[in-house]
């Protein structure tokens, strides 16, 4: 069970990280700390695995990268082995299996150079995958994990205002805030300047890459600043895909009604095949498995869909952060001639 403060401390590193020179000073000014205890309480963190990394969480499609949750069907028998084929592709960054017949699933993101389809038909013939459903974001309700380290958080809990439904598509970039990108996707050094110590590493001044992550910010092409929890070393061992049958036309008010749960982590509208009905998916975490069921019975009887499944990750194959520009795709990218937006 972590501290109080060490939850409350993650709880504003999560949501409230600030793009200045000494963020660790202000996170400390918030808390009522001073930064020495605020640094030495973050490494430790570090150090236990409660915080994977803090960096900069970027929009794969307003960085012009395709990105795709899919959907495999292998037999139980051969999951592993293709599971390990599957978490060879560089673009895949999570991957696991959930107790369903259609059990392997893993997000995968590829350069604009890349087409994805040829990508994923590629990773299904290697693993003679059964059957497989390139299931992409049609639209996002809700995107931002943030864990309640406190426990203060209630888990049926309705957030009063509602952002709807987002489309955001490929956004022009510069080549400094391209530079921008690839800097700040790396883990935050935990320094009094951290931001010092990167902008020297890609030889671009702390004031210019302050700006310019600030400038990605109101784009939109950065969702947030923010440190990325383990969240099963955090206590949320339960980890539940929950799927959705909803009629067309009611997608847009169904979809900001179960976004609208403080539990709901992700919510997007994905295509639907003959084999797969369910257009609207929802991510949920929590300590028990039945705090899983009790919130999608919640809010199923709210947005009055009934017919909905759960699908529990039962192993995780891979879970790594999306890199995007890195030296094999600029590299790829003048092959073919590929030039930013």
């Not at 009934?306 to 039962?314: C, K, N, V």
Request: proline share 4%.
């Amino acid at each position: 069970m972590l501290a109080e403060q060490d939850g409350k401390l993650l709880n504003l590193l999560q949501r409230e990280f600030p793009l200045v020179a000494e963020p660790f000073r202000v996170v400390a000014e918030r808390l009522g700390s001073q930064e020495s205890e605020v640094l030495e309480r973050v490494r430790r963190l570090k150090e236990e695995g409660v915080i994977r990394q803090i960096s900069a969480i970027f929009d794969s499609r307003a960085l012009g990268y395709k990105s795709s949750l899919v959907a495999m069907k292998v037999p139980q028998e051969r999951v592993d082995q293709a599971a390990e084929v599957v978490n060879s592709h560089p673009g895949v960054s999570h991957n696991y299996l959930r107790n369903h017949n259609v059990n392997l699933w893993f997000t995968i993101t590829v350069h604009p150079s890349l087409d994805l389809h040829s990508e994923v038909e590629r990773l299904a013939k290697a693993v003679q995958a059964d059957g497989v459903w390139l299931l992409p974001a049609v639209r996002v309700f809700k995107i931002g994990v943030s864990f309640d380290m406190t426990g203060e958080g209630d888990s049926a809990q309705r957030e009063t205002t509602s952002s709807g439904s987002k489309n955001l598509g490929a956004v022009s970039l510069s080549e400094a805030e391209i530079l921008a990108v690839r800097a700040l996707q790396e883990d935050l050094p935990v320094v009094s300047r951290p931001f010092a110590e990167l902008a020297s590493a890609f030889a671009v001044g702390e004031g210019e890459l302050l700006d310019l992550g600030r400038r990605l910010l109101e784009k939109g092409v950065m969702r947030r600043f923010a440190a990325v929890i383990r969240h099963r070393k955090a206590g949320y061992t339960a980890n539940a895909m929950v799927v959705w049958k909803v009629p067309e036309d009611r997608i847009e008010e169904v979809g900001s009604v179960l976004s609208s749960f403080s539990v709901v982590s992700h919510c997007y509208q994905r295509p639907t095949y003959p084999e797969w009905p369910y257009s609207l998916f929802t991510m949920i975490h929590a300590r028990q498995e039945s705090e899983c069921h009790r919130a999608a019975q919640e809010m199923s009887r709210a947005c009055g869909i009934q017919e909905y499944e759960l699908l529990f990750s039962t192993k995780e194959y891979k879970k790594v952060r999306v890199r995007y520009f890195t030296e094999e795709d600029l590299e790829r990218a003048k092959q073919v001639g590929w030039r930013p937006c």
